[in-house]
T-cell receptor, first 114, second 112 residues
Framework: GAGVSQSPSNKVTEKGKDVELRCDPI?????LYWYRQSLGQGLEFLIY????????KSGLPSDRFSAERTGGSVSTLTIQRTQQEDSAVYLC????????????FGPGTRLTVT | GENVEQHPSTLSVQEGDSAVIKCTYS??????FPWYKQELGKRPQLIID?????GEKKDQRIAVTLNKTAKHFSLHITETQPEDSAVYFC???????????FGPGTRLSVLP
């Protein structure tokens, strides 16, 4: 079946502009994660959605970052007033919650802030 | 919150040799420990995982061991091949996957 998809694959934006990144999880996966990966670095947790529960926003680096998940499916990560340090690959992953917790990652969105 | 450390950060081995990557975690409530492999320019993919009620799990050339008392777990790759070259991430999570924390990664290079 279809895997996790993300759009756009690449985004170049000017400093100060807002951007929206989209994630389509695998159908039926109730858990959805957003991560940020800078070049050659690890996976920085941003936010976690599980079903209808309140999202875990503990990883969001500033109030310029927000995310929503509509209807328990598609998720959008929004970065307002982008800064150069926001440049990174943004990865989305989805999973079931039991018995398997395997996260299936999307291809990522490479964001470049000029 | 959970903190996951991973060592070494880089590892080079000769083809055919074994590779071992070690991780420690801090939260005793964590009970699910996956390992992900990320090849250059690709997305991370699960290669093996272990739960706290199991001390060791093996899948062909890959094995993971867990010591809950010491709060550490390790990835073992035997008979390494060039295609094993990648960045490997360990992670720790509770049962519901909510407190899911990745280690910083180990870059493994298998030299021909």
């Amino acid at each position: 079946g279809a895997g996790v998809s993300q759009s756009p694959s690449n985004k170049v934006t000017e400093k100060g502009k807002d951007v929206e990144l989209r994630c389509d999880p695998i159908s039926g996966h109730t858990a959805l994660y957003w991560y940020r990966q800078s070049l050659g670095q690890g996976l920085e947790f941003l936010i976690y959605f599980q079903g209808n529960s309140a999202p875990d926003k503990s990883g969001l680096p500033s109030d310029r970052f927000s995310a929503e998940r509509t209807g328990g499916s598609v998720s959008t990560l929004t970065i307002q007033r982008t800064q150069q340090e926001d440049s990174a690959v943004y990865l989305c992953a989805s999973s079931l919650v039991g018995p398997s917790y395997e996260q299936y990652f999307g291809p990522g969105t490479r964001l470049t802030v000029t | 919150g959970e903190n996951v450390e991973q060592h070494p950060s880089t590892l080079s081995v000769q083809e055919g040799d074994s590779a071992v990557i070690k991780c420690t975690y801090s939260d005793s409530a964590s009970n699910y420990f996956p390992w992900y492999k990320q090849e250059l320019g690709k997305r991370p993919q699960l290669i093996i995982d272990i739960r706290s009620n199991v001390g060791e799990k093996k899948d062909q050339r890959i094995a993971v061991t867990l010591n809950k008392t010491a709060k550490h777990f390790s990835l073992h790759i035997t008979e390494t091949q060039p295609e094993d070259s990648a960045v490997y991430f360990c992670a720790a999570s509770d049962n519901y996957g909510q407190n899911f924390v990745f280690g910083p990664g180990t870059r493994l290079s298998v030299l021909p």
